[in-house]
Each structure stands twice: as C-alpha cells, then as structure tokens.
C-alpha cells in the first residue's frame, strides 16, 4: 500500500514539474493579439468560402460553411497554442509570421492549385516554420495547411496526397534538427529527389493527374516539373531564410553556429583588445556548456550567449581585472566606488548597444544584462560604506533583469565560479571545490538571483556536479607531465 502512495505521490510531483513552464512566456500586446486574431478570421473565410457560391444555397450549405469556418478557425488557434507551448519565449512578430504563411499558402491553392503541385505549396513554409520555430510546430501547421484546401472542387490524388504529408513531415522533423546551411541545402535536394522517386514509384510517370495542367516549369504536369519546381522553391527558400531571421528574429540553429564562429569581428576584438576576458569567456562556454548538458537546456544557445556576454567591456577593458595584467588599477586613481560602480555597470549597457550595433538576436543579447542580474557590486559597496555610511545599496546593485531562462542562469552562476576555481589549487580536493561552487550558488540563490529561472533544486545539483567536473578537466591540464632529460619530445 505504501508502494502504491509513494508511487501515486511520485507521479502527482512528475505531473506537476511538467507543468512549470521553462521560460518565463512573453506577453503579447492586445493590439498584436487582435492583429493575429484577424489574420486566423481571414484564414477561416479564404479557407471556406467558396461553400457559400453554391446555387441555389440552402440551409444545409450554409451549415456546413459554418462548420468548416469554425474549424480552420479552431485549427489556427490550436497552431498558436502549439507554438506558444514549444516556444514560452516566441514573439508576436513570428507567430503573425507563422499565420501569414497559413494565410498565403490558402491564398496561393485558391489561385494556382490547378497550376501547382501542393509539395510545392507546402514544403517550403514548413521548412522555415521548423528551422524557426521548431519541429512540433511545424509538424501542426503542416497537418492544417495538408487537410483545408477552400476549394472544394479541388480532388487531390490520394498518393500524392500521402507523399505530400510524408515529405512534409520529413522537412519538418529534420528542419528542427539541421545545424548547418551546408545540411539545408542536401535536405533541399534530397526531398526533391524523394518526392520525385515516390510519385514515379506510387504514381506513374504519366497519369499524375490530380489537377488538369501544369504549365510552370516543364511542359505538361510530370513528377519532373514536379520535383524540379519543389528543389527551386526550397533552394529559393534557403536563399530568403537569413531575411526571415532578420525581419522576425528567428533563431535557427544555423544562425547560432554561425555566430559563434570565434572569427566573427566583435569575438575577434575582444580577443585583441580584451585578450583576458576572451580566456574567461572561453573558459565560461566550458562550464556553462557542461551544465547546460547536464540539465538537457539548449546547448547551442548557451554556447553563443557565454561568447557575447561580456562583450561590453571592449568599451574600457583596462578597467576590469583580468586584462590588468600587473599594470595599475584605474578604480585605485579613480578613488571614487560610485564612479567605479557606473564603469561595471556599463559593460552591461555598452554590451546591449554592442549587440544592437552588431544586430545579435534578442535571445543571445538577453545574455548580456541577465548574467549579471540585480547583484551587489559587493567590493565597491563595502569601499563606499568605509567612506560614507548612508549610501544606498541600490546604486552598487547591476540594474538587472534577473535571469529569465535556465540557460542565462546557468550563465550567471558560471561567471561567478569561473575566477574562483581558476584561482584554486591545483592541489585542492574535489571536496574543497565542491563548497566553493555550491557557496557561490547559494549566495546566487539566497539573494533571489535565480527566483525567475524556474531552475529545480536537481537541477542545481546537476550544475554542481558539472562544475566540478570541468574543474577537475582544468585541474588536470594544469598537472606538469614529468618529461625525461633526454627526451623531451616524445
Ligand atoms: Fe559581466
Ligand atoms: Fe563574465
């Protein structure tokens, strides 16, 4: 019996983490909403009104009109609430994307379904919606887009009607998971073959015929103009996806990697000018990476956000200590800790004008003020106290936000171990660096820093755990080899 409770409490608790969101949602603006709302009504009437321009019109027409538009209407909503579940963090610009792409595709089967194969019509969208929203969302909106075709006179041949939700279902699963432009460019021309190869196999060369012309590439409707007009639209669409990145702040995979290629100019300067944040920063992506992958986050994300996260100090980098080098500290001629506080606190507003400047997406820029949060610039605090007694707390405080995701959290805690267990031992036992990480998380968490991260006490476990083991990696490159007098080279 007790199995049973404990087994029955167990799963109410399974139940209830699988209901805490990851990230905190964005909240969409009413004016957006109504926006969104009337493109899902306009997607409902061009989806079904051709069911009214029957005559004579009955009761019965009428009817069935009402159904089908309560349907696509239901649908749409549906597909935004799939996407808002996938993505907490999704926008109002992408979902009015993804609603606009449901919109024209039903436009464009209204005009050209006659003249168009529908692999055409529907591979594309699908393809940017899983590079930029994810797989699950992509997979919803192809199921809406395959079934509600306005045109009723439309009859599309069942085969290709299967290969369409098969090829669509494969861009969809692989668009998520593509990690490089060199990867979308072999899925646009494997699909294309594919989609070729099934309609020659299940369909035969000459009697695809599920509408009566098909004049646009080739002669006559084929599989060949078929698949070859398919493999120009996906390559097309690969073309127009870096413009879709930049006009809705997508965040593909292939756009993270390719911002965090260490010869991007902004990483490169700060290689140059700031060479000992560039050390701590890599050093930073180590830990943060490990941890990230420990808790099963987003590891690309983390990768690209640790990378620009103290970008701003390019703005003075002398005044912060690791690029010091021995040299005099300017705060100590300065002599000023509410002056020394406005410089910290800059290379958090000069990293959000860095990343402005340098057009960084919204998700790796939030890396920028998050990892600092709200915490307490506790030497200068301390330095002003000795000095006057009543200055406020609030000016040595970073202006925050605190972090809002689990990965910027991660971030914070890995910049606050980072300096402390480079400058351990390398004779400290695991033990000893162990309390230093969880003391320095706990202060994190103690002063509130980690309340919106929605991070779990396993989770936190986890991070420890993560740390300490990149810890012990750098403990072990630290360890002198003994090398032999006679051969040093072996
Ligand atoms: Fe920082
Ligand atoms: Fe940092």
Redesign the pocket.
Known sequence: MQNITTTIKKLFYLWRRSQVPVKQPTKISRIDNLIIFLVCILISIISSYKLLLISPLNIADIYSWLLSFIEILISSVVLILVSKKENPTISSRQIFLIVTLLLAVQVTKLALSSTISPLSIIIPPALIISQGMGSITALTWVSIASFSWPDPAVAINNNLFFILLVCSSVVSLLGGRIRSRAQLLQLSIFVPIGSFLSQWILIGEDKISPFNTQNLVLANRDVYSDSLLLAIVMLFTILFIPIFESIFELLTKARLLELADKEKPLIRRLSLEAPGTFEHTLLICGLAEEATRMIGGDIDLIKTGALY??V??LHAPNWFIENQDGSKNPHDELDDPLKSAEVLQA??DE?LRFARKNRLPKLIANF?PE??GTLKMGYFFQKAKEKNLDIDEYYFRYKGPIPQSKETAILMLA?GCEAALRAMSINASDKEALATISNIIYSRQKDGQLDDSNLSKGEIFLIKRAFLNVWKRIRHRRIQYPTSKNNTFS
Do not use: S
Request: charged share 25%.
């Open positions: 996260h103290d701003g100090k290379h958090v990293g920028i990892h600092q910049d």
